[in-house]
C-alpha cells in the first residue's frame, strides 16, 4: 500500500527554527509536495521538490532524497503566523497526490 | 473573483436530504479535483476530472454523485448521506494532471454536517 508518514503535532519557539519530517513509500514518484493549511482555511501550496536536494525559498526550505523516501520542512525565524497545519504529499505513477494526516505546528511566545 | 470559489461554505443536512456543492476556478486550469478532509486523517480524493472527463473515481460511494458541465465548474450531488460523511470538501484545480504539472489551487471549502 501506499502510506505517507509526518509527526501528528509539534510545537517550537517563536523566532526558532523547526524541522518538520515526511517519510513516503509509494508506487512511483512524481514529485513531493508541501502545502501549508491554517485552521478553517484551505491549503495553500508550499513548496515542490522533484530531485534530490534542497529548494530554498525564504523562511522556509524543502529538503528531498529519494532513495531514502524521506523529506523535511525546515522553517526559520518562526512567527505566529506560521502556527498551522503542514501537509506532505507525493504524486505517485498514476500522478495523483497521496496526503500524509499532516502535522499541526503550534509556536509558543 | 480569482483563484477557486467554493459554494456554500457551510452545510447542514439530514440523512434524507438532496443538497449540491459548487466549485469554481478562474485560473483557466484543465483538471479539477474533489477532495474529503475529516480530522486528523489524510486528504481522501474523491473524483478528478480532465478537460471535463472524469478520469478517477476512488471507490466512492453512489450516494456522492460529481459534474463537470466545463473545465471552470465542477459540483458534487449529495443524497441520502449519512453522519459519517460529514467533514470538510475540498476542491482544487490544476493545469493539466501529468507529471509535469505544478501544484493544485484549493478552494475554501465546504464544511458539511449530516444530522
Known amino acids: 500500500g501506499q502510506n505517507i508518514d509526518q509527526p501528528t503535532e509539534m510545537t517550537a519557539t517563536e523566532g526558532a527554527i523547526v524541522q518538520i519530517n515526511c517519510t513516503y513509500q509509494t508506487s512511483g514518484f512524481n514529485g513531493l509536495f508541501w502545502y501549508q493549511q491554517h485552521a478553517g482555511e484551505a491549503p495553500t501550496f508550499l513548496s515542490y521538490?522533484?530531485l534530490d536536494g534542497l529548494e530554498e525559498k525564504g523562511r522556509f526550505s524543502s529538503f528531498l532524497s529519494r532513495s531514502k523516501g524521506y523529506s523535511y520542512l525546515l522553517l526559520k525565524e518562526l512567527q505566529m503566523k506560521d502556527s498551522a497545519s503542514y501537509l506532505c504529499a507525493v504524486k505517485d505513477s498514476n500522478y495523483q497526490l497521496i496526503w500524509g494526516a499532516g502535522t499541526k505546528l503550534i509556536i509558543k511566545p | 473573483e480569482t483563484g477557486v470559489t467554493q459554494t456554500p461554505r457551510h452545510l447542514v443536512m439530514g440523512m434524507t436530504n438532496k443538497k449540491s456543492l459548487k466549485c469554481e476556478q478562474h485560473?483557466?486550469?484543465?483538471?479539477m479535483y474533489w477532495y474529503k478532509q475529516s480530522a486528523k486523517k489524510p486528504l481522501e480524493l474523491m473524483f478528478v476530472?480532465?478537460?471535463?472527463?472524469?478520469?478517477e473515481n476512488n471507490s466512492v460511494p453512489s450516494r456522492f454523485s460529481p459534474e463537470c458541465p466545463n473545465s471552470s465548474h465542477l459540483f458534487l450531488h449529495l443524497h441520502t448521506l449519512q453522519p459519517e460523511d460529514s467533514a470538510l470538501y475540498l476542491c482544487?484545480?490544476?493545469?493539466?494532471?501529468?507529471?509535469?504539472?505544478?501544484?493544485?489551487?484549493f478552494g475554501p471549502g465546504t464544511r458539511l454536517t449530516v444530522l
Open positions: 482544487a484545480s490544476s493545469q493539466d494532471i501529468g507529471a509535469e504539472v505544478g501544484e493544485q489551487f
Open positions: 485560473l483557466g486550469h484543465n483538471a
Open positions: 476530472y480532465s478537460l471535463e472527463e472524469r478520469v
Open positions: 521538490n522533484v
